[in-house]
């Protein structure tokens, strides 16, 4: 690379809308610039890979688990090969919504990268309506993604009632030291020119809360022709996940999969799925669904994150029992 590239960390926690403020982002990247996207899912079959690809950047995944705690071997094996494949003129770096910022921080600016990465302003995406929820504020994945900001954004304002959004303005205004910057924004729309500048790297609190986490090359993933139906689980930060990979000549009923995504038991429901209406991004969080149509892909992805540890084989079956027994109309 001739001159660093402009980096930036877009952090937040479960359910902020980080994937749909990176997407805006790609809408309004330059004529004529190359963008990448480092992306990393608490989950295992990389839904939010699958919806940044359709704004036509680069993008590699780092999946299953929080990016801190693979900050080692897998992130910079991702990490390189973007760099390589892309040579992007910007590169954007999503880390799931559990994850921990330190040693991602540590990574980018250390030796390896030094003269490669330039790191620009770090942005944190917060639901103001996730303030009144003290187990929240007591998290630790929460409160050093908002100290490890430069720029904090108050996101989804317009499902926030007045109080909400002036409870939000009181507790950003206290956070010492303060912000380069607050905003305030709803659908995950941002403005381009927050991604320039430097970052200030801000200290956080538990720099090493993850570090009894190894760091290990993930498994390799089956082929979709010769495993049709990939089921895989994770866990850790005292949440747990269940994916699918599902081969794209199954098809699925739109209508039981929205049924199936309002399980009270899902903090998270996404999925990249081949419906008989054609293909969809299902997206539910706090009880709030968004469904869109998206592009053909090369599999069907599906995820469900939970508090609570899920019966996997009673998920399968009600899934399975969703999939379209008519001909898909398209």
Not at 39 to 53: K, P, Q, R, S, T
Not at 95 to 106: A, C, D, F, K, Y
Request: hydrophobic share 35%; net charge negative.
């Amino acid at each position: 690379m001739t001159s660093p590239i402009p980096t930036n960390l877009v952090l937040g926690f479960l359910g902020v809308g980080k994937t749909t403020a990176i997407l805006d982002l790609l809408k309004k990247k330059p004529d004529g610039e190359v963008w990448a996207v480092l992306v990393n899912e608490f989950g295992e079959v990389g839904i939010d890979g699958a919806m940044l690809e359709t704004e036509g950047a680069f993008v590699r995944e780092v999946p299953g688990g929080c990016m801190c705690c693979v900050a080692g071997l897998p992130m910079q094996i991702g990490l390189n090969q973007l760099i390589h494949k892309a040579r992007p003129d910007r590169l954007l770096i999503e880390p799931t919504g559990l994850g921990h910022p330190s040693q991602i921080i540590e990574t980018l600016t250390g030796e390896h990268y030094q003269d490669v990465l330039k790191l620009g302003p770090v942005l944190c995406l917060v639901d103001p309506r996730r303030l009144e929820e003290t187990r929240v504020l007591e998290n630790v994945q929460f409160r050093d993604q908002v100290a490890a900001a430069d720029i904090v954004v108050a996101n989804k304002t317009d499902l926030c009632q007045p109080e909400q959004l002036a409870r939000f303005d009181d507790w950003v205004a206290s956070l010492q030291p303060s912000k380069t910057a607050v905003f305030h924004t709803r659908q995950g729309r941002m403005n381009i020119g927050w991604l320039d500048g430097d970052t200030a790297l801000p200290e956080v609190g538990s720099p090493h809360a993850h570090h009894h986490h190894d760091s290990t090359e993930p498994m390799p993933v089956p082929d979709i022709r010769d495993e049709p139906w990939q089921r895989v689980s994770n866990q850790g930060q005292g949440h747990f996940s269940l994916g699918w990979r599902v081969h794209p000549d199954t098809v699925f009923s739109e209508t039981g999969l929205l049924a199936l995504s309002m399980d009270s038991r899902f903090v998270r429901f996404k999925a990249v799925v081949h419906t008989g209406d054609g293909w969809r991004t299902i997206n539910m969080a706090d009880g709030a669904l968004s469904v869109s149509e998206c592009e053909p892909r090369d599999l069907s992805r599906i995820e469900v994150i939970s508090e609570q540890q899920p019966d996997e084989d009673e998920l399968d079956a009600s899934l399975q029992e969703s999939i379209n027994k008519t001909e898909p109309s398209c």
